[in-house]
């Protein structure tokens, strides 16, 4: 399973534009084959700050995301809106299991 959360920062002037450009670009990825999860978030103290957090079945599904058309476009029009690089770091399923996430998701 592959497990990222992505640091945001928008510059605060492109907060609208980041977070509707985000929703066309969530729209497309949750219809990928392979996605378990995928929320982006926004901080409550530091509007201008988000979190995006995916969830692949494997490498496989996960380097397909971003080959994918709306991945280019989403960074395309995102990368303008930044106030400083993305910072994606991959982690590790503890709880629930890997095995057991869709069940988890389900329930």
């Not at 929703?23 to 929320?39: D, K, Y």
């Amino acid at each position: 399973m592959i497990t990222r959360l992505t640091s945001i920062y928008v510059k605060p002037e492109q907060i609208e534009d980041f977070k509707a450009a985000c929703v066309l670009f969530a729209s497309a990825s949750v219809h990928e084959p392979g996605l378990v999860s995928f929320a982006l978030l926004q901080q409550a103290q530091d509007p201008s700050a988000f979190s995006l957090f995916d969830v692949y079945h494997d490498e496989q599904t996960h380097q397909a995301h971003l080959a994918s058309e709306h991945y280019a476009a989403w960074q395309t029009v995102t990368q303008p809106m930044l106030a400083q690089p993305l910072a994606a770091r991959l982690y590790a399923a503890i709880f629930p299991p890997p095995e057991d996430w869709e069940r988890h998701l389900e329930a």
